[in-house]
RNA sequence: GGUCCGGUAGCUCAGCUGGAUAGAGCAACAGCCUUCUAAGCUGUGGGUCUCGGGUUCGAAUCCCGACCGGAUCACCA
């Protein structure tokens, strides 16, 4: 039982006592205690003071001296100012956590639910290469997934690849027309690059045969519809659709040259997917399940051929799932996606984490798959987070104004180098490649980190001319907590040391004669957080509150190490509560930030 | 126009299931390395929590109404 759930057991009965009053539990508030008090933990009486019909202080002291009475040991003292009840909780209590701490190899993991999430993140089109904005969707995507696995979800990690339609015509027309074979291998480019360039090409040749239209009289609406490129880009999505083997052909070895560069990317994202799954393939079950809701009368058709789906009675529109000639729509393949992977999966919980601009989407979707009888529909999760904005407004890939992924992670780990050039005093006698190592950690570790901090739901800014920052709240200062943590950890077990690592086990209920230092307490009582923040996140579908806490608990750790002398500390026993603490706290740290997918450097 | 989301220090952001004097980082200024890693620590300055009502012992937090910003309401994805 937690000292929470202890205090509101305790709480709740001294209220029955005083008051004969049952409390419900959402009566018990309680808080850390603000530092300009003495205490650990604060009830908060206000609640009481009306059916005790007393003033809030004395309140507080009934319940406080009612608690030293029968707290059975646990709260040490008390002081009441006003309508705040700060307890103080003995050491043996936070010495006897630390170990159950240390005793836990996975702590903060939650017990297994026995339920399957499926999470679906990145999915990119495979006509561009992936940018800011998809950075932010793959890291909250892998981040989620793992923080809902330490919520005792078995969680599948999905990718569905938009690899089909006409957006993915232009690149090839393009390529076709002006690119004079080029691969990656004879250009150098990565796949992605090469045909994001091939698209960025086709806009330009496009607009340009706009432009001349609309010098020889054509207004703009038309321009657009009878540009030849246009014209042509259509016509090869129809061959495609025909399975004109030609335009198969092409289309294939053109995807697998983005595919290439995709896992390129994902791996140094450090992303992974478990099952992914293709537009191309998915379509189709889409059409047919279409079918199917119009043969049940879930949907109807229209004169012109088109299906509909009425979704008035849910205080929203009527829906389009099929055009007249017959193709299919966005909607149409998400809904063959999803029947796939209910074949596929036994899907407690659906996770779609998409921006924000598709919550209308999804809201539909919910109530489409809910009709065709999906367990998961109703309940699906839209995770919605908000777009990525440059200074200047929205990242717009044909006008160039895109902070590309790949160059982005370059630069964070040049960067990472760059700084620690400076501090070749603590990273001597180590190789070429471990110092490039730890220059990626960080650099990826700061990236990840600066976009993970702020809450999903939050559009966010970056600006590009300033550089993301390598001091303060960010994630080398955690990974540098670690770092430090290490070293003294590897000191401590040098045979030059008279301690030995054993006893760093044995800390045994005593603290010395003076008892837990502040800074010590407030380091046990972090760690004791951790596991209701890991449910909280969970809950939640929140990153940011991870960071937060790894960073309350790395300044918390600093402050410590400021203060209090580990490895010189005389009194054995002291030491080896400190080497303990400092174990303890790597271990959280290094936990909070695997849910975060940063990696820790063990020296930087 | 309907719906949804946001508005907290110069900048970027926490805090939002109501609790004590609203917090960090960056930027500015002043200190701390012969001592376990100074990517650190300590201090100073900086706020009508967009505005106005309401509920409450108590509101940045909840409710209502404005204002500002964004998203969305396609036979696009």
């Known amino acids: 039982m937690s000292l929470e759930e202890q205090i509101v057991k305790l709480a709740k009965a001294a209220v029955k006592a005083l008051y004969g009053v049952e409390a419900e539990d959402s ?23 009306k059916l005790a019909r007393k003033a809030p202080a004395q309140v507080a002291t009934e319940i406080g001296e009612w608690l030293m009475a029968n707290g059975e040991g646990l709260i040490a003292k008390y002081n009441a100012v006003q309508g705040f009840l700060n307890l103080v909780i003995g050491d043996a209590f936070w010495i006897q956590q630390l170990e159950a701490i240390d005793a836990e190899a996975n702590y903060g993991q939650q017990p297994d639910r026995k339920q399957l999430m499926m999470v679906e993140y990145s999915s990119p089109n495979t006509n561009k290469p992936l940018h800011l904005g998809h950075v932010r969707n793959n890291l909250l995507g892998y981040s989620i997934a793992k923080i809902q696995e330490a919520n005792g979800w078995k969680v ?17 027309l393009a390529w076709l027309k002006f690119g004079n074979g080029e691969t990656p291998e004879t250009s150098g480019k990565k796949g992605d690059h090469l045909i994001g360039d091939y698209y960025v090409r086709f806009d330009k040749e496009y607009k340009a045969q706009i432009a001349e239209l609309m010098a020889g009289g054509m207004d703009e609406e038309t321009a657009k519809k009878e540009a030849p490129l246009m014209k042509e880009a259509q016509e090869m999505l129809r061959k495609w659709e025909a399975n004109d083997p030609e335009v198969r052909g092409l289309w294939a070895k053109m995807n697998e040259w983005v595919y290439a560069g995709f896992d390129e990317t994902y791996k140094r994202m450090g992303v992974s997917f478990d099952k992914i799954y293709y537009e191309s393939k998915t379509y189709l079950e889409g059409k047919s399940e279409v079918e199917k809701g119009l043969s049940s009368g879930q949907f109807y ?9 009425d979704l008035t009675a849910d205080g929203l529109d009527e829906k389009l799932l099929l055009r007249s000639d017959g193709t299919s729509v966005y909607m149409t393949q998400d809904i063959g996606t999803a029947k796939l992977r209910f074949q596929d999966y036994p899907i407690d919980k659906m996770v779609y984490v998409v921006g924000n601009e598709q919550e209308y989407h999804f809201k539909v979707l919910s109530i489409l798959l809910d009709r065709l009888g999906f367990p998961f529909g109703k309940e699906l999760v839209h995770f919605s987070y908000g777009m990525v904005e440059l200074p200047n407004g929205k990242m717009k890939s044909r006008e160039g104004t895109v902070v590309d992924a790949d160059d982005l992670m370059d630069k964070m ?31 990826l570790g700061a990236l990840k980190y600066f976009i993970l901090k702020v809450d999903p739901r939050k559009n966010m800014l970056f600006n590009p001319a300033e550089s993301i920052d390598f001091n303060g709240n960010t994630g080398p200062f955690i ?12 000191k401590s077990n040098s045979p030059k040391d008279g301690q030995t690592a054993e006893r760093s086990n044995s800390v045994s209920g005593q603290t010395g004669e003076a008892g837990l230092d502040p800074k010590e307490l ?8 951790y596991p209701g923040v890991v449910r909280n996140a969970g809950e939640n579908f929140s990153p940011a509150v991870i960071c937060n806490y790894a960073y309350d ?20 026993t002291k030491r080896a509560l400190r080497l303990l603490l400092a174990k303890n706290v790597a ?18």
């Not at 009566?27 to 003071?49: A, D, S, Y």
């Not at 180098?417 to 490039?436: A, H, M, P, W, Y």
């Open 27 to 49: 009566q018990i508030q309680l808080q850390k205690t603000r530092p300009e008090f003495e205490g650990n933990i604060t009830l908060v009486v206000f609640p009481f003071v």
């Open 156 to 172: 599948v990690k999905t990718n569905i690849v938009n690899d089909r339609g006409i957006h993915i015509c232009k690149s090839m």
């Open 301 to 309: 058709r229209r004169e012109d051929g088109s299906v509909w789906a």
């Open 413 to 443: 780990i040049a960067d990472a180098k760059e700084i620690s050039k400076d501090k070749v005093n603590t990273l001597q006698g180590i190789t070429e490649d471990e110092t490039n190592e730890i220059a990626r950690k960080v650099g």
């Open 479 to 490: 990974q540098y907590t670690y770092a430090r943590i290490q070293s003294v950890l590897r």
């Open 522 to 529: 407030a380091l046990i009582q972090r760690l004791c957080e």
């Open 553 to 572: 608990l790395a300044c918390d750790f600093n402050s410590f190490y400021h203060d209090l002398s580990i490895l010189n500390e005389q009194d054995a």
């Open 587 to 604: 271990k959280v740290l290094q936990s909070a930030m695997s849910l975060l997918g940063i990696e820790m450097p063990e020296r930087m």
